[in-house]
T-cell receptor, first 117, second 115 residues
Framework: EAQVTQNPRYLITVTGKKLTVTCSQNMNHEYMSWYRQDPGLGLRQIYYSMNVEVTDKGDVPEGYKVSRKEKRNFPLILESPSPNQTSLYFC????????????????FGNGTRLTVT | QQQVKQSPQSLIVQKGGISIINCAYENTAFDYFPWYQQFPGKGPALLIAIRPDVSEKKEGRFTISFNKSAKQFSLHIMDSQPGDSATYFCAANSGGWGGGNKLTFGTGTQLKVEL
């Protein structure tokens, strides 16, 4: 089954404790992206990657890191989490030519709910 | 800076009624407008999309109406059903490979269809 898998689904941590949220896709997609979803703010892009070893900042990259060493994996790293990073996070992937287009829609994972106390 | 403004934030519709969600944009470089549907506990999924060279796109009970001059587009759900209860996101994309090739999402509308 074609899917984007995120782990963990739920995570509670304390301020300053480094964490990683994993994302893996089995559709051979070149484009991958991370979003955070907050009430009243919708989905905001954190980082995206056009291909292996190619990453770029989205709209809200502060406090986050990513890496793309393999095509299928795109982990999100919070080196020193803070309470304002409490949010619902989504990883997404798409085929390369026109990410998000009708013929290559974004495929989202089921989300990771992060709470930072 | 909200490039795609979506309203209303929440909407309650009776079963069989019409649900209407509106979006407006400023960036005239946007040339692709999808709608994503999100059920509780799930990620968003593409529902329907339109390009600005047409004024309307219909798929089953779902219709996008597009007004290029007003820079507005809307989602109409005809004969709304309880199973349509979800959060809906409009989005816009400026196209092209590289550079601005990413979706800008609206803030979302939580739709509840009551029996």
């Amino acid at each position: 089954e074609a899917q984007v898998t995120q782990n963990p689904r739920y995570l509670i941590t304390v301020t300053g404790k480094k964490l990683t949220v994993t994302c893996s896709q089995n559709m051979n997609h070149e484009y991958m992206s991370w979003y955070r979803q907050d009430p009243g703010l919708g989905l905001r892009q954190i980082y995206y990657s056009m291909n292996v070893e190619v990453t770029d900042k989205g709209d809200v990259p502060e406090g986050y890191k990513v890496s793309r060493k393999e095509k299928r994996n795109f982990p999100l790293i919070l080196e020193s989490p803070s309470p304002n990073q409490t949010s619902l996070y989504f990883c997404a992937s798409s085929s390369p030519n026109f990410p998000g287009r009708l013929d290559s829609p974004l495929h989202f994972g089921n989300g990771t709910r992060l709470t930072v106390t | 800076q909200q490039q795609v403004k979506q309203s209303p934030q929440s909407l309650i519709v009776q079963k069989g009624g019409i649900s209407i969600i509106n979006c407006a944009y400023e960036n005239t470089a946007f040339d692709y407008f999808p709608w994503y549907q999100q059920f509780p506990g799930k990620g968003p999924a593409l529902l329907i999309a339109i390009r600005p060279d047409v004024s309307e796109k219909k798929e089953g009970r779902f219709t996008i109406s597009f007004n290029k001059s007003a820079k507005q587009f809307s989602l109409h759900i005809m004969d709304s059903q309880p199973g349509d209860s979800a959060t809906y996101f409009c989005a816009a994309n400026s196209g092209g490979w590289g550079g601005g090739n990413k979706l800008t999402f609206g803030t979302g509308t939580q739709l509840k269809v009551e029996l």
